[in-house]
C-alpha cells in the first residue's frame, strides 16, 4: 500500500520567514508533485520532479523553489513567506508512465495546512 | 493546455446513480482523464483513468465520448458515504513533461 507523508498537517508561520515543507513516499515512485489547494480554485499544481535532481515548473510555481535529491524525498521551499501563500498544500507520487499513459495514478499525503501571518 | 469544467456542486439521493460531466473542450490527442475523490482533512485518491470510450472498475465508470471533449464519471447506487469532492484531471503528455489542469471540483452530497 503506498503511503505518502508529509512533515506536517498544520503550521504558522510568519510573514518573511523560510518554510519547509516536506514530502516521503516509500514506494520507489519516480514522480512527485506539489500542488496548492484553495476554495473555489481547486488543485493547483506549484512543481513537480520526475527523477532525482530533476523539477519541472507547474502552473503557480512563482515564490516556491523545491529540491529533490533523493529518490523518496520532495521538498517545498517558500523562501519568504507571504500571507497569499496560506493555503493546503498537497503532495503526490506516481511511477513512471509510458507515452500511451497507461497509468499514471497519483497517490496523494494528507496536506499540509500553512497558515502565514 | 485543456481547460477543465465542472458543475460545483450536485446532490443526490441513496442508491442512486450519479453523473458528474467535466469539460475540457481542447484536449488533445495524447491526452486523458483521470477522476480522484476527495474527502474532508485528507488529499485525494484515484477513482478511474481513461483515454477514450468506456472504462469500469468496481467503483466506477467513466464515459469519454468520440471527440472527448467531455467526460462523465458515473457512480452507482451512491451511498452516504460517497459524499466527498471530485476532480476531473486532464494530463497532457510531452516526453517526460506534462501538464496537470484540475477541475474546480464538484461536491458531491448524498442525502438520506
Known amino acids: 500500500d503506498v503511503k505518502v507523508t508529509q512533515s506536517s498537517r498544520y503550521l504558522v508561520k510568519r510573514t518573511g520567514e523560510k518554510v519547509f515543507l516536506e514530502c516521503v513516499q516509500d514506494?520507489?515512485?519516480?514522480?512527485m508533485f506539489w500542488y496548492r489547494q484553495d476554495p473555489g480554485l481547486g488543485l493547483r499544481l506549484i512543481y513537480f520532479?520526475?527523477?532525482?535532481?530533476?523539477?519541472e515548473k507547474g502552473d503557480i510555481p512563482e515564490g516556491y523553489s523545491v529540491s529533490r535529491e533523493k529518490k523518496e524525498r520532495f521538498s517545498l521551499i517558500l523562501e519568504s513567506a507571504s500571507t497569499n501563500q496560506t493555503s493546503m498544500y498537497l503532495c503526490?507520487?506516481?511511477?513512471?508512465?509510458?507515452?500511451?499513459?497507461?497509468?499514471?495514478?497519483?497517490?496523494f499525503g494528507p496536506g499540509t495546512r500553512l497558515t502565514v501571518l | 493546455l485543456a481547460k477543465t469544467t465542472q458543475p460545483i456542486s450536485m446532490d443526490s439521493y441513496e442508491g442512486q446513480e450519479v453523473n458528474i460531466t467535466c469539460s475540457h473542450n481542447?484536449?488533445?490527442?495524447?491526452?486523458?482523464i483521470t477522476w480522484y475523490q476527495q474527502f474532508p482533512s485528507q488529499g485525494p485518491r484515484f477513482i478511474i483513468q481513461g483515454y477514450k470510450t468506456k472504462v469500469t472498475n468496481e467503483v466506477a465508470s467513466l464515459f469519454i465520448p468520440a471527440d472527448r471533449k467531455s467526460s462523465t464519471l458515473s457512480l452507482p447506487r451512491v451511498s452516504l458515504s460517497d459524499t466527498a469532492v471530485y476532480y476531473c484531471l486532464v494530463v497532457a503528455l510531452s516526453g517526460s513533461a506534462r501538464q496537470l489542469t484540475f477541475g474546480s471540483g464538484t461536491q458531491l452530497t448524498v442525502l438520506p
Open positions: 520532479s520526475y527523477d532525482v535532481k530533476m523539477k
Open positions: 481542447n484536449i488533445a490527442t495524447n491526452d486523458y
Open positions: 503526490a507520487s506516481s511511477s513512471f508512465i509510458s507515452i500511451a499513459g497507461d497509468t499514471d495514478t497519483q497517490y
Open positions: 514506494m520507489d515512485h519516480e514522480n
